[in-house]
T-cell receptor, first 113, second 114 residues
């Protein structure tokens, strides 16, 4: 497999702007996860898709955040009206169904000026 | 709710010495447990996983971990450290059903001294 791909790798933006990240999972994986990792911390779960259905969202995912997986393949994570506290690494992971391990991409590092 | 505690945010060992990274978990259901490694500016790579089969789990790069239910622990070991092992290590727990989202510990930074 070619691994989980995330784009862009780095994003620098001004506070108040909107940003969108893309994740391409491993092709045969029907589960897709988004996590957020701040400096010196472990990743925290944001949301989860099984195929195109978004089945769970963390309370960390405020109404400024939205995620989609329109055809059950790639996913996008959008943050509207970015704030300083949104600065973090955003990680995407995918897996097969049935207690299979999650495979992570290299993440998108977001910096808010 | 599930949780993971990694004892020691920073561990330093000499090259060739034993590596021991500690992880304790809390889970109301039988857990699935994982160790991941993260190199700078990269994502997480799976080292090994425990899914209720053998309690001693062998992973990649010579690492292994032992599941001890009585101690709610899943410590990671490697008999002989190599310079390339220097990285951040994360222990994680998940449910065996539902979303199976991972709950991570805060990580342990491993430094290898020459």
């Amino acid at each position: 497999d070619t691994g989980v791909s995330q784009d862009p790798r780095h994003k620098i933006t001004k506070r108040g702007q909107n940003v969108t990240f893309r994740c391409d999972p491993i092709s045969e994986h029907n589960r897709l996860y988004w996590y957020r990792q701040t400096l010196g911390q472990g990743p925290e779960f944001l949301t989860y898709f099984q195929n195109e259905a978004q089945l769970e969202k963390s309370r960390l995912l405020s109404d400024r955040f939205s995620a989609e997986r329109p055809k059950g393949s790639f996913s996008t994570l959008e943050i509207q009206r970015t704030e300083q506290g949104d600065s973090a690494m955003y990680l995407c992971a995918s897996s097969r169904q049935g207690n299979q391990p999650q495979h992570f991409g290299d993440g998108t590092r977001l910096s808010i000026l | 709710a599930q949780s993971v505690t990694q004892l020691g945010s920073h561990v330093s060992v000499s090259e060739g010495a034993l590596v021991l990274l500690r992880c304790n978990y809390s889970s109301s259901v039988p857990p699935y447990l994982f160790w991941y490694v993260q190199y700078p500016n990269q994502g997480l790579q799976l080292l090994l996983k425990y899914t209720s089969a053998a309690t001693l789990v062998k992973g990649i790069n010579g690492f292994e971990a032992e599941f001890k239910k009585s101690e709610t622990s899943f410590h990671l070991t490697k008999p002989s450290a190599h310079m390339s092992d220097a990285a951040e290590y994360f222990c994680a727990v998940s449910d065996y059903q539902g979303a199976q989202k991972l709950v991570f510990g805060q990580g342990t930074r491993l430094t290898i001294n020459p």
